[in-house]
Antibody, heavy 118, light 107 residues
Framework: EVQVVESGGGLVQRGGSLRLSCAAS????????MSWFRQAPGKGLEWVAS????????NYVDSVKGRFTISRDNAKNSLYLQMDSLRAEDTAVYYC???????????WGQGTLVTVSS | DIQMTQSPSSLSASVGDRVTITCRAS??????LAWFQQRPGKAPKSLIY???NLQRGVPSKFSGSASGTDFTLTISNLQPEDFATYYC?????????FGQGTKVEIK
């Protein structure tokens, strides 16, 4: 059974850092692109970042460029999101999702909540 | 960036009804359009990809279509578990973008 499980969320002060993890199981992580998405409280969905199978290509939404870094460790079946210089507007539930080469996603995790306090 | 405009933002319907949700892209996105369902307090679930292809396990009561840059999600025979918020998403180009969502409520 395909599963992706996020962890690492929590309360952090503005300007602080947090590292999210996503554990993948039931499929071979190295054969898929992966993404992070987020949803601010009471708001819609937003794509945050994507990473190619071997980590050689990464893409980010403008609002997190230079502050967030997506990475992966295929040997550990894990995806990561390093979040630095956090802002109040980064407060959201963060989801990881599996992507196909053309960008479509299928499986998403249950999410992890990040709260940035001012 | 490609903007995805969904309508309506909310609708009320009864069990057994058929409803239609529309999503308009600000430019051509070929067939790179997906629909997601999000029940309250739950993670989004992928329903449809490439305009009209159902994800594995999604019932055929859900269907999708396109006309140019206008995309439609139709839900037939609404059941209590279908009352949720639905989002469209384009994955044609970065940044991938979502519509603002359509909340389907019980009348």
């Amino acid at each position: 059974e395909v599963q992706v499980v996020e962890s690492g969320g929590g309360l952090v002060q503005r300007g602080g850092s947090l590292r999210l993890s996503c554990a993948a199981s039931g499929f071979t992580l190295s054969t898929y692109w992966m993404s992070w998405f987020r949803q601010a409280p009471g708001k819609g969905l937003e794509w945050v970042a994507s990473i190619k199978q071997d980590g050689s290509e990464k893409n980010y939404v403008d609002s997190v460029k230079g502050r967030f870094t997506i990475s992966r460790d295929n040997a550990k079946n894990s995806l990561y999101l390093q979040m630095d210089s956090l802002r109040a507007e980064d407060t959201a539930v963060y989801y990881c999702g599996r992507l196909y080469d053309n960008g479509r996603s299928d499986y998403w995790g249950q999410g992890t909540l990040v709260t940035v306090s001012s | 960036d490609i903007q995805m405009t969904q309508s309506p933002s909310s609708l009320s319907a009864s069990v057994g009804d058929r409803v239609t949700i529309t999503c308009r892209a600000s430019q051509g996105i070929a067939n790179d359009l997906a629909w997601f369902q999000q029940r309250p307090g739950k993670a989004p679930k992928s329903l449809i990809y490439a305009v009209s292809n159902l994800q594995r396990g999604v019932p055929s009561k859900f269907s999708g279509s396109a006309s140019g840059t206008d995309f439609t999600l139709t839900i037939s025979n609404l059941q209590p578990e279908d009352f949720a918020t639905y989002y469209c998403q384009q994955y044609y180009s970065y940044p991938y973008t979502f519509g603002q969502g359509t909340k389907v409520e019980i009348k």
